[in-house]
Nanobody, 124 residues
Framework: HVQLVESGGGSVQAGGSLRLSCTVS????????AGWFRQAPGKEREGVAG???????SYTDSVQGRFTISKDNAKNTLYLQMNSLKPEDTAMYYC???????????????????WGQGTQVTVS
């Protein structure tokens, strides 16, 4: 059984930075792809970034060049470095993982099996 726990959310002024972390418990994390999603009130969940088991990444256009997804297999941890934050980045952020090696690059919710509970990011 795989469990994901996010941390690192908070409140920040526009132009600031935050780093989200997602600790993954369970075996074979090395073989899981992963991603970050966000959902603002009244909006659909959006796939922000994905990373496959080879380190290949994908991003939604609105965060390209500002956000960086990475994973540390030794620490079983997924990260999302968020720079130049904007008020429109305000949302609940979720990490997710899947045993498919490259599936996560799609950033489609249905392609992810395991989900965290979310961490709030507020940009003012």
């Amino acid at each position: 059984h795989v469990q994901l726990v996010e941390s690192g959310g908070g409140s920040v002024q526009a132009g600031g930075s935050l780093r989200l972390s997602c600790t993954v418990s369970g075996n074979t994390y090395d073989y899981y792809c992963a991603g970050w999603f966000r959902q603002a009130p009244g909006k659909e969940r959006e796939g922000v970034a994905g990373i496959d088991v080879y380190g290949v990444t994908s991003y939604t256009d609105s965060v390209q060049g500002r956000f960086t997804i990475s994973k540390d297999n030794a620490k079983n941890t997924l990260y999302l470095q968020m720079n130049s934050l904007k008020p429109e980045d305000t949302a609940m952020y979720y990490c997710a993982a899947d045993p498919g090696r490259t599936r996560c690059l799609s950033r489609r919710s249905n392609d992810f099996t395991y989900w965290g509970q979310g961490t709030q990011v507020t940009v003012s």
